[in-house]
Each structure stands twice: as C-alpha cells, then as structure tokens.
C-alpha cells in the first residue's frame, strides 16, 4: 500500500531512540512516477494553493516524483497571465532546488475566468489538448478543487458539460479531487455528494484530509499490524480508555469570519478527529488495499454510539476562548477577533465522551477534545492501559505511577511515546513512570514529507487508501448530527476559559466523572 511508511528490518540505529531503521530507503514511494497527466488546480491564486499544493508540488518535482510528461494549468478569477501565474509558482521552489522545478514551471498555463463561465472551461479544454500533443500526458487527467466548497458541485458539473470527467482520447483516467468540509451537516453533504455524483463517478473522487497524510496517522496501521506485541492489547480487556486531543496555541486570526459560519465541532471533530479515531480503533483489515482499509473504517463509525440530543448535552462541553497569556504574551478573546460577534455563541472548543459498541471496545470510555489558544499545539492518541490488579508496594512508594500508555503523537513532533513503570535507583522500592520515545525526526533524519506530498502523488497515482469514502463522510456527520443539534438549541451552556490554558474547567469534571484525567501534552 503506498500510503505507508517503509521501515527496514536492518541499518542504523539511533542512540537516543532505540530504534532502528533503514535510512538510506526512508520511503520509496515518494520516488515513484504517477502515469502522465495533467493536473489542473481550480482556485489557483488562493491561499491554499500558495500554501500547500504548489509548494508540494515542487518537493515533487525535486524528488524525480514528476517529470517531463507532467503538465499543470491553473484556473482562477484572478485577471493573471501565464507568466504572472509561472512566476508565482517559481518562487515557490525548494531552498534545495536543483532547478527541476523551474524548469517544468516554463510549460504552465493559467486560465483566468469564472467557474460557472463556457468560456473558462472551454479554454481549459483547448490546453489540455495542447499538452496531450505536446508534452505527453495521454489524456490523463486530476482536477483539485481548492475553491470555496459552494463552488464544488458547480466545477464538477461544468467540467462533466463539457467532456473533462472523461479521460481524453487514449487516457485512462480522470479524477476529482476535494478538500473538506465536505458539508456543513448530514443534509448539505449528502446533497454535495449527489452533485458530484452527477458528473464523477465515486471511484473518480478523491476526498482529501491532510491530516491522513502524516506519517504517524498512517503509522497507526503499522503499529498494529506488523507488531505482534500491541494487537492482542488492543482491546477492552487491557485499555482502560481512549483519548484525542487536537489542540491549538493559535487563535482564529485572519479567519473570524469563516469560524463563525464552522465552530470546533464541524471544523476539526467530524473530519479529522472521526478519521484518526476510526483508524486507531477499527478492526483488522482483510487487505490492505484501499477498499480493505476503508471498510473498516465504516464500520467503526458505524459502531459509535449515536446519542440522541439529551444525550448530548450530558456528555459534551463547548467552550469558547477569553482574553488571556500565552507564552508570555497576551493574546484577545475569541469575541474580540476580526469578525467575529461580540455576542457570539460560536465554540472554539469541544470535549465529548464516545462509546464504541462493538466486541473489541464495549465499555471502554472514549474521550475526545479539541480547543483554540490552549497551551501548546498538539495532536495525539493515547492508549491509556489499566493499572495491574494489585500492588505490592503501595502508598508513597508508587505515589509517581501513572497508568500505562502509548500515545501517538501526530503533531508538531511525530513520533511514538510508550510510558510505563520503572524503579527509581535507591535502596527503597519505589516506582515511578518513565517514557520511551520514538521521533520519527531523529530516526529518519530529513526523511518525512509533507501530508500533501502524499495525498497529492497517491491522488495522481490512482492510490485512494488516505482518502475519504463518501459513506465514510456520511456516518462521521450521522455522529455529530445529535451534538449539532444541540449547540443550535443553546445546549450545553457555553463554558468560557483563559487562552493559555487547557480548556474550561467542565471538560476536567467530563473525564473526571469516570474516575480519569486528561493527559496534557
């Protein structure tokens, strides 16, 4: 499967680790060629093209990823000409180029026009030819909506009026590829998938979540599956309970007005946090292929319990960010940011308690939670074991033992941490906890590509393992749908905490109900 990461039985071992790992063959795949295609990216002049495809793109085309029979046309309302969209683009080159990149920018066209415009897309036809003609690339095609989601099922069905949903005569393929939100609810989700169904079949469509492009979140299936020591554990017969955390030092900047339209709930929950859960709890897959791997992942979703709205409101809290210090420095209120309403109702944060309903996971508490302006930035899973039936030193001398845990942690600093019960040095016998670390930094030095690095070559590639299935979609809004509902009646009452901190206090009394507590990265 080309979404994971390859890992040697043999080379160097890193000494702060423990570790060991082939580094010279650090990951393959990324050195792989895609057939020959055109790429062609809608909203070109944004912010997210700017930010992340392109400059993907252009790690790419260093690596050898890409070559000669690769060819890119971007479409955007932007009155640009092809030499102020190439000269964008190389300006966007690698700090390390060997000038690949460059060279490939001297072929790009651009097309300026709308998107629901004959004319834009019968422009964007013409070219193509030109580059099937010209530069090789066989009448493949991928087409990346980074557009407004409004504009999704519009391109789709101006590309299908006009022939593009088709691979051009002697290609094989032509693919759709969408970045989330994929809706705002249940309803506005099934009813995008059914304008882009109109124009592309669904194994054309290509779902895209960065968050599935990180090495530790494809790591999961790794951790579990080619390591005979943690499957057997991984149940509910050893884990005490679950938790995600998804937090963020940042506050919503420039994005005011956005956040208002989305909250913590649609904007983080339903997507990444549904898919990172679904990976660490569901079930082993028949194949690792792309329909083995996303079945599973169904399934799991389908196995959470759906609280009704009564429900909800007893096991959720929101929360919403209120002037305060963080690293040192004061940082305003969620209410206080550009274009945001003073009187605003919107949640920056959201904790939930789940419960999986199937043989693996019954009983065993799920605890989910992510925020603005906390403390640090940080994304993980941790396993939390239960502890051992009995102690025979107890008191003071095990006062430093916590539970077991393996977490992994997905961002900033990717890599796997195991923490578990050790003697202190000394005459008495007392334990405490300790860690054992793995970065993926230090043991692949260099050697960690970017999520859209991934998504993008496994998207061109044919690869949908990292990609989100529509029913997929689907089940994580059937989830969220209850809480939606919620919120909209005012329910729970909105809690408020300090930026800085780690969340209002009622989050602390959510986990703490159960006996627990949340581990603080």
Known sequence: MAGLASVGSGGDTSPSTGFTATVHDIDPDLGRRPEPLALVIFGASGDLAHRKILPALAQLVERGSLNDQFALVGVARSDWTDEEFREMCRKLAPPSSNGAWNRLVDRFRYVAGDYGDDATFGRLAEILDGFDAESGTAGNRVY??????????????????????????????????????????????????????????????????????????????????????????????????????????????????????????????????????????????????????????????????????????????????????????????????????????????????????NWRWAGVPIYVRTGKRLADRATEVSMVFQRPP???????????????????????????????????????????????????????????????????????????????????????????????QAFLEGEPPLAHYRAGGWGPIEADRLIEGGGRQWRNP
């Open 390 to 484: 009995h102690l025979p030193f107890a008191g003071k001398l095990a006062r430093d033992l916590r539970p077991d845990t393996l977490t992994l942690r997905i961002q900033p600093d990717e890599g796997i941490a195991l923490s578990f019960g050790a003697k202190v040095p000394g005459p008495a016998f007392r334990v405490r906890s300790v860690a054992m670390d793995f970065s993926y930094a230090e043991a692949f030095p260099g050697g960690t590509a970017d999520a859209y690095e991934r998504l993008l070559l496994d998207a061109m590639s044919g690869d949908a393992t990292l990609f989100i299935r529509s029913d997929e979609v689907d089940q994580a809004w059937e989830i969220v749908a209850p809480i939606q």
């Open 144 to 357: 990346y909506l980074a557009t407004i989601p409004a504009l999704f099922g519009a391109v789709a069905g101006s590309l299908a009026k006009h022939g593009c949903n088709r691979p051009a005569p002697g290609g094989d393929f032509a693919r759709l590829v969408v970045e989330k939100p994929f809706g705002s609810d249940l309803a506005s989700a099934k009813d995008l998938d059914a304008s882009l169904h109109e124009a592309f079949r669904e194994d054309q469509i290509f779902r895209i979540d960065h968050y599935m492009g990180k090495e530790t979140v494809q790591n999961v299936l790794a951790l579990r599956f080619a390591n005979s020591i943690f499957e057997p554990i991984w149940n509910r017969r050893y884990v005490d309970h679950v938790q995600v955390t998804v937090a963020e030092s940042l506050g919503v900047e420039h994005r005011g007005g956005f956040y208002e339209t989305a909250g913590a709930l649609r904007d983080i929950v339903q997507n990444h946090v549904m898919q990172v859960l679904s990976l660490t709890l569901m079930e082993p897959p028949s194949s690792m292929d792309a329909d083995g791997i996303r079945d599973e992942k169904v399934k799991l979703l389908r196995s959470v319990l759906i609280p009704d709205t009564d429900e909800a409101v007893n096991n959720v809290v929101r929360g919403q960010y209120q002037r305060g210090t963080l690293h040192g420095e004061d940082v305003p209120g969620y209410r206080e940011e550009d274009g945001v309403s003073p009187s605003s109702q919107t949640e920056t944060y959201v904790a939930m308690h789940l419960l999986v309903d």
